[in-house]
């Protein structure tokens, strides 16, 4: 597997999981009630947002202290969206198709020339650029604003992001360092040939240890038998080179869908 690649996924991995650790932190102190938003999520499609108000009335599959699973895996659904269009669907551009030899090597050199960049310093600078779109579009369908309005008090951050800026607060400073970690991989995967194409663990499918990756640790490491997929967390990769990155998935036994 292309180092790049692999950095960039771990770096999506932490990023992820600091996002929705502020995020779910936040929740707490505004008092949302947290299980009935798992259930929102568990319920929801990829085009539904969360609501701090329960959308679905049947008990939740997922344990004790795995509410973090459940908006990770909201959170990633969004960033994610798109990820396999050049642009994530921001505009119609096929320069993947109609120079793609071009196209790779501009990806690559985007990705090593951003790679050590901090993003609010870069918005700050270039707050239009593709980047900043991305942040912009990404974070509108990620906070809606009842979230927002709840977590803050007011809808200041929202306000600036759809004028074109990008506030200097913790709770987007964390989102940024997510967006960037996306973006980059993003840049590195069309930088390859073939570009990787991406899966995810299917509501009740059966796990697979070849392409999956439980996020709730089993006794000696080995998912226990008769479990299936309850959600996923995380996308995973397959590679020209044959290499796999692994779908993390929430598992429960097949009995509790």
Known sequence: MPEHFESCISSVKEGSKSFTSLLLSLMKSAHWDIAATVRSIEASTATTTTTSTPTATTDSIVGPNHAKYALESYVNRKIFQGFDHETFYMDGSLSSLLNPDQFRAECFTQYRDMKAMDPIELLGVLPTCQFGKFCSKKYISIVHPKMEESLFGDLEQRRQVLAGNHPRTRFYGEFLVLAKAVWLLHLVAFSLDPPPTHFEGSRGAEFDSRYME??????????????????PVSPGFKLGDGSVVKARVYVVPRSEL
């Open 214 to 231: 439980s996020v709730v640790r089993f006794p000696g490491g080995r998912v226990a038998a008769g479990h299936v997929v309850g959600f």
